[in-house]
């Protein structure tokens, strides 16, 4: 039986290599991470006032809702690209 260590360990062998970031690499990270979060404040606030507005109305809210959370996964999506992008560049460096 493997112990914690050791099943950590193949998983991460599995993963395959680390890739180095340089300090660019690493800034344009953080830039995006900055840029998309601030997106995403600036969506929940506009959104949620907007279901606030909506008060009683159930079936604004649940599509506002379904628009809040569309819009999110949108913008993680495209953090996550854009990230991906950057790491790829060390990959081929």
């Known amino acids: 039986m493997k112990s914690a260590i050791e099943l950590a360990m193949s998983r ?3 993963e395959g290599p680390v890739t180095k970031v340089s300090d660019d690499q690493k800034r344009r990270l953080a830039e995006i991470d900055s840029e998309i979060t601030a997106k995403i404040a600036e969506k929940k ?9 909506a008060g009683n109305d159930r079936e604004a809210k649940d599509s506002l809702q379904r628009q809040l959370s569309s819009e999110l996964a949108r913008l ?4 996550e690209d854009k990230k991906s992008k950057i790491r790829k560049e060390s990959s081929k460096g």
């Open 45 to 53: 606030v506009f959104l949620n006032g907007e279901i606030a507005k």
């Open 12 to 14: 991460f062998d599995q």
């Open 76 to 79: 993680e999506e495209k953090r």
